[in-house]
């Protein structure tokens, strides 16, 4: 048997058959919670691409599987990352039990999950554009509310998405074509900036940024949240596969000094838009632009202690923009009308404001949370490689947390008495979720040690680029 028919084929199948429990909804989010929970515990122990000895049976988990000629490759080094990815299925998952999200939420979630994984799995790493284009297409109707009546951004979402496949298609086959180092780089050019646009396009870089921002304003917080996260994420480990297949890309000086411009003005952008944001919900679409800078800094230092980093910031991205997305999920559907999204209104200090304040100074790099320890060494890092970007960096970082201390002064505000306080007690499941996301993101700040050789781990992943 092989890995990916566990992690790939298995959730697939699964995702099929949920669809036709799709009007089921605490059954269908039962099976995939714990579908993603044995799936999360078997990447923790089961030893991937070797042999598996129970009693008398003995199974051998195969680290490859053929398909049309393409590879499905999942090794031992994969292992931090499928816990990452179906932990944040278990997560999202639990977190939705309570919600009314359309029905196929669950069904379309688990398979884009599925086929995320296959993306960074699949060789040659061409073939992750097409995987990940049918994942955003399976997610259209998991964002779609059935009283839905603005799809400006969803719209939005999907053309530049879509407009990613050809560029990457076309440039990834251009390259292909080139065996070794080119001679001359100029001839390579045009194929290395329409793959690079393509990228642009998925992680949704300065200009392509705005439906990001848009998206949880017109279709349901969780759902945006989830789906954004995870196509950003694996964009991000597709986007390094390519740097590992062609890693001598990585030696053309404007490459490198272009991923550390566009990093830092993500920074620059988000700090200050965050100084004139007036609807709660946009603070999603900004926490992940302003991680994606922090990504695109990590992998512009051209080193292996960029990458180690970059992994490094993978636990407290997936785990902040879950914690954020699920407590915004929570106020907004509060049944109490006066617990309103948009700033200029009051709303009483909950399990549910602690958490969005604790996401977003994570995700902001605030000492003791959980993106500190990696984001001060991509900062010491960029430092000694160039100073303006480094200012650059650290002045998008302060108005950012900036922003933190007004969310801060909304968020606690005394409570009203003519407020009913939403049921959020540690009671339920929604408040024990928000309880050990908080805690989760204090244990990785206070002890990133215990992180450090997961990273490393996952590092020789990436063979070329740990050389």
């Not at 694996?234 to 550390?260: C, E, H, K, T, Y």
């Amino acid at each position: 048997m092989s890995t990916a028919w566990l992690w790939i084929i298995l959730p697939l199948v699964s995702a099929i058959g949920l669809w036709f429990l799709r009007h089921h909804q605490r059954l269908s989010l039962g099976i995939s919670a714990g579908l993603c929970i044995f799936l999360t515990l078997a990447a923790a122990i089961l030893p991937l691409g070797n042999t598996l000895r129970l009693g008398g049976w003995t199974f051998e988990l195969a680290p490859a599987l053929t398909i049309l000629g393409r590879q499905l490759r999942l090794t031992g080094a994969d292992r931090p990352l499928l816990v990452l990815f179906y932990g944040l299925g278990t997560l999202w998952f639990l977190g939705s039990a309570r919600r009314h999200f359309s029905p196929f939420f669950v069904p379309h979630g688990l398979a884009a999950l599925a086929l995320m994984i296959a993306a960074f799995a699949v060789e040659p790493f061409i073939y992750s554009a097409p995987l990940i284009e049918l994942a955003v297409l399976i997610s259209i109707p998991a964002l779609i509310p059935p009283d839905q009546t603005s799809f400006r951004a969803i719209l939005r979402f999907i053309t530049l998405q879509t407009l990613a496949l050809p560029l990457l298609l076309t440039g990834g086959w251009m390259l292909g074509q080139i065996e070794g180092v080119p001679q001359q780089i100029e001839t390579v050019l045009p194929a290395i900036m329409m793959v690079g646009v393509g990228f642009a396009l998925w992680l949704a870089i300065f200009p392509f940024h705005t439906w990001v921002i848009m998206l949880p304003q017109d279709a349901p917080i969780s759902p945006s949240g989830f789906f954004l996260s995870l196509i950003s994420t694996a964009s991000f480990l597709v986007m390094l596969d390519f740097f590992n297949s062609f890693p001598w890309i990585r030696s053309i000086p404007p490459i490198g000094a272009g991923l550390q411009l566009v990093g830092w003005l993500m920074l620059l952008l988000a700090g200050l838009w965050s100084l004139f944001l007036t609807d709660l919900r946009r603070v999603l679409g900004l926490s992940l632009i302003f991680d994606t800078g922090f990504g695109l800094i990590a992998l512009s230092l051209g080193t292996l202690q960029g990458v180690t980093l970059f992994l490094e910031t993978l636990p407290a991205r997936i785990l902040g923009l879950f914690l954020i997305t699920h407590c915004l999920s929570y106020l907004q559907h509060t049944p109490n009308e006066a617990l309103p999204i948009s700033l200029h209104r009051l709303a009483p200090p909950t399990w549910a404001s602690i958490g969005v304040l604790t996401s977003y100074f994570s995700l902001g790099g605030l000492p003791l949370l959980a993106s500190f320890p990696s984001r001060q060494g991509i900062l010491f890092a960029l430092a000694q490689q160039s100073l303006p970007a480094l200012i650059g960096a650290l002045v998008g970082n302060l108005l950012f947390l900036l922003n933190g201390i007004r969310l801060f002064n909304y968020l606690m505000q005394p409570r009203d008495e003519t407020m009913v306080p939403p049921d959020e007690s540690l009671k339920t499941l929604d408040g024990w979720l928000i309880l050990l996301a908080i805690i989760g993101l204090l244990g990785l700040g206070l002890l990133p040690g215990v992180f450090l050789q997961p990273a490393l781990h996952a590092t020789q992943g990436f063979l070329n680029l740990a050389r």
